[in-house]
């Protein structure tokens, strides 16, 4: 973890924002938390967050460094940063809400059941395909350790917090990748 720590203190030195992906679960090899305590004008904003996949996202300051920690599994990280950290960017950045909101979305029928669980946000991976004239959403399973999940993917539909999934057939947002 030394190494880690040291790279870190460097990091918060030289870059206006440090991203960190792995190690911001629970259990021995997870290190991130650590990391960033052991700086000594650090405090952690966030740890966990209610949503699927992304759990695990931390945000924190290291003076005036945002520092955030994604998770280490790839399907996890690209929709971390493509839902929360890009628009913190972009924000920060000084776009106008309208430029955040212009994010390129279609909308399609679901193709199956999307199950989810009350309380959390999911994001679900989606490929689109036409049939009898329509577009349609295909549901992408799988862990979010594997990269075809993203990869055989055209983007991505939210299961709100309030809800307990989708039925299939009903129309979705889907925004793109």
């Known amino acids: 973890m030394p190494a ?9 030195k030289s870059c ?10 629970v259990g021995a090899r997870d290190f991130t938390i650590g990391a960033i305590e052991s700086l000594d004008d650090a405090r952690v904003l966030v740890h966990g967050i209610g949503m699927r ?18 998770p280490g599994q790839v399907a996890s990280a690209m929709i ?14 000084g776009l106008s809400r309208h430029a955040l909101w212009c994010r390129k979305k279609v909308s399609a029928r ?11 946000v999911d994001y679900v991976r989606v490929r689109l395909f036409e049939k009898d004239g329509s577009l349609w959403a295909g549901p992408v399973f799988g862990k979010s350790g594997l990269l075809n999940t ?26 793109l990748f």
């Open 16 to 25: 206006d924002m440090v991203l960190l992906s792995g190690g911001s679960s």
């Open 53 to 70: 996949p992304g759990k695990p996202t931390i945000l924190a300051q290291a003076g005036s460094v945002p520092v955030w920690g994604v």
């Open 80 to 93: 971390v940063f493509s839902v929360i950290i890009r628009p913190f960017l972009e924000i920060i950045a």
């Open 110 to 120: 679901l193709a199956r059941n999307v199950p989810s669980v009350n309380g959390r």
């Open 150 to 175: 993203m990869t055989g993917s055209d983007g991505i539909i939210e299961v709100a917090a309030n809800i307990e999934g989708l039925v299939a057939g009903e129309q979705v947002e889907v925004s």
């Open 4 to 12: 880690i720590c040291e790279a870190l203190r460097n990091a918060v």
